[in-house]
Structures are given as structure tokens and as C-alpha cells.
Nanobody, 123 residues
Framework: QVQLVESGGGLVQYGGSLRLSCSSS????????MGWYRRAPGQQRELVAS???????NYDYYVKGRFTISRDDAKNTLYLQMNSLKSEDTAVYYC?????????????????WGQGTQVTVSS
């Protein structure tokens, strides 16, 4: 069983910065992709940023240029540096790790989730 533990959330002022961390019990190069999702009150969970095993990154349009996803393989830790935070960034942030297995034309994904960490941006 994989355990993902997030930390680094909290209350920050508009325009401030936070760095989220996600510590994995499994070696992170073993995952196909890792990512950060968030769920704002009354909203569905959405992808914020992801990073593949090869290191390629992907960002949601609204955080591109402000957030940076990275990982430290030696520490088995995923990070999300969040700068220029806005009120609309307020949400619970979740770490995700995905293992993808291909069988013929089909791809089977196994997802692991952390418990979430609250980020609140005050205006």
C-alpha cells in the first residue's frame, strides 16, 4: 500500500507564497505520473499540475506561470511551489500518484491519494 502525506498548507495573504510537499512511502520514479489536485468549496476536484516519470510537466491554465511542480527522487518527495497566490486558489490540495500499465491497446491506471492539505488565501 502506498502512503502519500502532504504538508505545507496554511493561511497566506493575497500575493503570498506557499510550498506544498508530498512524501511518498514508495520510490517516486516507480510512478508513471504524479500530480497535485485541488478541490475548492462546492467544486469538483481539478488537476493543478502534474509531472511524468520523464520529468515533463503540465499545468492548469490558471496556475501556469505562478505554480511550479517538482520532485526530489532521492527524498521521494513531490513539491508544489505556489507564488502570487489569489483568493481563488483557496482549496484543499491533494497529492496524487498514478501507476499506468498497458496491456495491448488498453491502459489500466491505479491512483493513490494523500489526505489533503488546506490552503487558504486571504484577501
Amino acid at each position: 500500500q502506498v502512503q502519500l502525506v502532504e504538508s505545507g498548507g496554511g493561511l497566506v495573504q493575497y500575493g503570498g507564497s506557499l510550498r506544498l510537499s508530498c512524501s511518498s512511502s514508495r520510490s517516486i520514479p516507480s510512478f508513471s505520473t504524479m500530480g497535485w489536485y485541488r478541490r475548492a468549496p462546492g467544486q469538483q476536484r481539478e488537476l493543478v499540475a502534474s509531472i511524468s516519470s520523464s520529468g515533463s510537466t503540465n499545468y492548469d491554465y490558471y496556475v501556469k506561470g505562478r505554480f511550479t511542480i517538482s520532485r526530489d527522487d532521492a527524498k521521494n518527495t513531490l513539491y508544489l511551489q505556489m507564488n502570487s497566490l489569489k483568493s481563488e486558489d483557496t482549496a484543499v490540495y491533494y497529492c496524487n500518484a498514478r501507476v499506468s500499465n498497458r496491456k495491448g491497446w488498453d491502459v489500466y491506471n491505479t491512483d493513490y491519494w494523500g489526505q489533503g492539505t488546506q490552503v487558504t488565501v486571504s484577501s
